[in-house]
Each structure stands twice: as C-alpha cells, then as structure tokens.
C-alpha cells in the first residue's frame, strides 16, 4: 500500500542553523502537505504543495515538490527556538497519508 | 483554537475496558478523521467519515469502531482495551469535499491511558 517515509526522524541543531526534513512516497501524489506539531500540542496546517516542480516560501521556511511527485521537502532558515516541534509531511494518494514526522529541537 | 473539540482531554482506564471518545468538527465541516498518535508509531490513520458515512479506513482494529451522527460530531468507541492502546487521539475535520484533500483541522487530542 501507500507509503510515506520521512527523514531524519530527530534533529537537533544550533539556533541559526538550517533544518531539512525529507519526505518520500512510494507512490505518485495528488498533493503534499505540511503540518507542525508542538510539543504537547496538535498538528497544525503549514501548507499544501499540488503542482509537479512547485516551491512556496512562509518566511524562513520554504516547501518544494519533486518534479515526479513522490518527494518533499521542508527547509527552514536560521531556525530559531520557537521553530521546536515536529513537522510531519501527508501525502495525498489514494487518502491522506502522514510520514512519522521529524522532530526538531534547537538550542540557544 | 482549530475550532475542533474533543472530550475528554484525558481519559485514564483499566485493560478489559471500553471508552467513548467524543469530537464535534468545526462548523460546516462534513468530514470527520479519527488518528492515533503514539511514540513508536507516529499519526496513524484510523477511518474518516463524510456526512454520516464511512468513507476511507486505515488501521482500524477490530476492537475499534466510529459513527459520525446527523449533527456532523463523531465518537470513537475503543473496546477491549489493552495496554498498548494507550495512546493520544486526535480527531481532524476537512471543509465539504469527500476525499481527504484540503487541510485537515485537528482538535487538541484526547490523550487515553489503559493501566
């Protein structure tokens, strides 16, 4: 069935510092989309990607789409401690399926 | 606030037990997810609901089932609770397409412990 992996699992880094969390299907999507989970919170929306190719930016992070569909990316700038949480892809094929999430923490 | 609710916020039970756990969607929302979160596991897709009827079912246990009535809110029935259901549920709601597309609202979790 459908799969989507994400790496790393955890990452910790430097405040500064930049932060990529992979995501990759087994299948070809319809869309992607980005959550982020907080600490003791719940997942929330960051963005969906729809098109082959496409990137989107939210300030210091910024979201790309693999030409074939299948991989994703989240790349964040210069993290900051309030960038903390877990960030999880969801792939659309057949239905939404979420990656295990890379959690990131950030020292000062 | 996603404008999802869930109740209880934590729900603490023996083995052998059986749970309800209740969401209401965000207003307008037809469409009603059921996940587990748990450590080893991650965002577990549980069944979907759209208006009343199943729609889309991921790893559901047999032990586990959901109704979504004519008000839109949903329950999740957990029965023959084991250990290893502990877990957080989340419950999410998407606008009025049927499929799981657009953004999915989560509420903030309903968090079970079986002892």
């Not at chain 1, 989507?4 to 989309?33: A, K, R």
């Not at chain 1, 309030?82 to 057949?94: N, S």
């Not at chain 2, 929302?29 to 549980?46: K, N, R, T």
Request: charged share 15%.
């Amino acid at each position: 069935g459908q799969q989507v992996m994400q790496i790393p699992q955890y990452q910790h880094v430097q405040e500064g510092e930049d932060f990529t969390t992979y995501c990759n299907s087994s299948t070809t999507l319809s869309n992607i989309q980005w959550y982020k989970q907080r600490p003791g919170g719940h997942p929330v929306f960051l963005i969906q990607l729809v098109k082959s190719g496409e990137v989107k930016k939210q300030k210091r992070l910024t979201f790309q789409f693999g030409e074939a569909k299948k991989n994703s990316s989240l790349h964040i700038t210069a993290t900051q401690t309030t960038d903390v949480g877990t960030y999880f892809c969801a792939g659309r094929g057949t239905a939404l399926i979420f990656g295990k999430g890379t959690t990131l923490s950030v020292s000062s | 606030d996603s404008g999802v609710t869930q109740t209880p916020k934590h729900l603490i039970t023996a083995t052998g037990q059986r749970v309800t756990l209740r969401c209401s969607p965000r207003s307008g929302d037809l469409s009603v997810y059921w996940y587990q979160q748990s450590l080893d596991q991650g965002l577990q897709f549980l069944i979907q609901y759209y208006n009343g009827e199943e729609r889309a079912k991921g790893n559901i246990l047999e032990r586990f089932s959901a109704q979504q009535f004519p008000d839109l809110h949903s329950e999740l029935n957990l029965s023959s609770l084991e250990l290893g259901d502990s877990a957080l549920y989340f419950c999410a709601s998407s606008g009025p397409g049927q499929g799981a597309e657009g953004t999915q609202y989560f509420g903030p979790g309903t968090r079970l412990t079986v002892l």
